[in-house]
């Protein structure tokens, strides 16, 4: 009972107040981050039980998911890095003619930042479906004139419903 509370009180409840706090989809990555390094104060024995749990609910951990938390980074290079790889998906992209296969990548319960949370070479990588309205140019453009992304339409979707 009273790892039960502990963990309400260490990982839960701050998890939840952050999600509330902070709850567009730009964010959802490093909310998951958060939980996991809350979560490694416990023993082995509990990470064992809750690790396969967070693994088969790391919906924000998706290629897609992740690219729309580094595109709002505060770093730069995190954006550019970003950027590129959404140019680089809609360029090996196959014709619309295709429903996509949601996946979950395996995380990385080792990483040290929610970017490094996903093997990006081991993944396939598709272009956020709600930034399809802007153009490689425009996406380019806007990361190196460096245009603050709170304006953009989807930070106003929630990340938990």
């Known amino acids: 009972m009273i790892t039960l509370v502990v963990f309400i009180l ?7 107040f952050r999600i509330k706090v902070h709850h567009s989809i730009k964010h959802g990555a490093r909310h998951l981050r958060h939980f996991i390094i809350s979560s490694r104060y416990l023993s082995k024995k509990y990470r064992d039980i809750i690790e396969p749990v967070i693994s088969r609910n790391a919906y924000f951990e998706a290629p897609k998911n992740m690219l729309l938390a580094m595109l709002t980074d505060e770093r730069c290079h995190i954006r550019t890095l970003a950027g590129r790889r959404i140019i680089k998906a809609r360029a090996i992209g196959l ?9 979950i990548p395996a995380v990385n319960f080792r990483a040290k930042n929610y970017v490094d949370l996903i093997d990006w070479q081991a993944c396939n990588a598709t ?11 425009e996406l380019l453009k806007m ?13 106003k979707l929630p990340s938990h419903t």
């Open 95 to 103: 014709d619309g003619n295709w429903v996509r296969r949601f996946v």
């Open 10 to 16: 260490r990982v839960y409840a701050p998890s939840w």
């Open 127 to 137: 272009p956020p479906t709600v930034l399809r309205h802007i153009s490689c140019h």
């Open 143 to 155: 990361i190196q004139d460096d245009v603050p992304m709170d304006g953009w339409d989807f930070i």
